[in-house]
Nanobody, 122 residues
Framework: QVQLVESGGGLVQAGGSLRLSCAAS????????MGWYRQAPGKQRELVAA???????NYADSVKGRFTVSRDNAKNTVYLQMNRLKPEDTAVYYC????????????????WGQGTQVTVSS
């Protein structure tokens, strides 16, 4: 299967910055897209940002202009640069990878990291 290793979470004051990283490993045939979701206490998990292998990006309205998602295809790694953080950004951030694990059809699935805590103090 595919394993996702996340890093970069932590505690930061409002207005500060953090950079999250997520590296995918395993028997990966190809990666279609990678991205970040987050879940705050009492709320549903939501998409934060995603990027395709070709570089197309998608952002939640709440983070546009503040967050930037990027990737290094050679390393199967996705990054999330978070600037001007707000207390509302506090959540567990989950890396997501949509990957194909073999040459054969029907092997495209979503894989998830275990989550990294981001806490923004006011």
């Amino acid at each position: 299967q595919v394993q996702l290793v996340e890093s970069g979470g932590g505690l930061v004051q409002a207005g500060g910055s953090l950079r999250l990283s997520c590296a995918a490993s395993g028997r990966i045939f190809s990666i279609n897209a990678m991205g970040w979701y987050r879940q705050a206490p009492g709320k549903q998990r939501e998409l934060v940002a995603a990027i395709s292998t070709g570089g197309r990006t998608n952002y939640a309205d709440s983070v546009k202009g503040r967050f930037t998602v990027s990737r290094d295809n050679a390393k199967n790694t996705v990054y999330l640069q978070m600037n001007r953080l707000k207390p509302e950004d506090t959540a567990v951030y989950y890396c997501n990878c949509n990957a194909r694990t073999s040459y054969y059809s029907g092997s495209d699935y979503d894989y998830w990291g275990q989550g990294t805590q981001v806490t923004v103090s006011s």
